[in-house]
C-alpha cells in the first residue's frame, strides 16, 4: 500500500477497506487498516494531546507518526497528503522514552488549561477557606 484515500463519516464502519482513512470529527477519531498490509485495525484519537487530522485536496494527512507498537508487525509510518511515508523501528527503550513524553504533554496541556490545580486543589482550597471562618 502506498496512498491512504479520506473518508469522513460520523460512524466508523465496521468492514474496513485497505488504504481508507475513516474520520469521524464528530468522535474525534481517525481509523485504518494497517499500512503494512497486515490487517490490523489501527485507531488514533484526534485532539490537542493527540492526533492531529489536516486534509488537502482530499488527501488526508495524520500527525505525528503512526507506531503500532502493540501489533505483532510494529510498523512505523507518516500519512502525509495521502501518502505513507516509512518511518525506522522503534526499540522498546524509544517506545517507552516516547509515552513518557506523551505524557508529559498531556499533564502540561491540561495543567495549563487549569493552573489551580484541578478538582482536588479546589476542594483543598474551599477546606482552608471554610474552617477559616469557623476558626
Known amino acids: 500500500m502506498k496512498t491512504f484515500s479520506l473518508q469522513k463519516s460520523t ?3 465496521k468492514e474496513l477497506s ?4 475513516y474520520v469521524s470529527l464528530e468522535y474525534k477519531v481517525a481509523v485504518h487498516r494497517c499500512a503494512c498490509g497486515c490487517g490490523s ?9 493527540e ?7 482530499g488527501r488526508p494527512t495524520l500527525s505525528p507518526s503512526v507506531g503500532n507498537w502493540q501489533l505483532p508487525c510494529r510498523s512505523h509510518y507518516i ?15 524509544q517506545v517507552l ?21 484541578g478538582f482536588w ?15
Do not use: C, M
Open 79 to 93: 500519512i502525509r497528503n495521502g501518502n505513507i511515508h516509512w518511518e525506522n523501528q522503534w526499540t522498546d527503550e
Open 18 to 21: 485497505d488504504g481508507v482513512l
Open 97 to 117: 522514552a516516547g509515552r513518557q513524553r506523551e505524557q508529559l504533554r498531556r499533564e502540561a496541556y491540561y495543567s495549563q488549561l487549569n493552573p489551580q490545580g
Open 51 to 57: 492526533w492531529s487530522f489536516s486534509e488537502h485536496n
Open 11 to 13: 460512524y466508523v464502519p
Open 121 to 135: 486543589a479546589a476542594v483543598r482550597r474551599f477546606y482552608r477557606w471554610f474552617f477559616k471562618l469557623d476558626g
Open 41 to 49: 485495525k489501527v485507531t488514533t484519537p484526534l485532539g490537542p494531546t
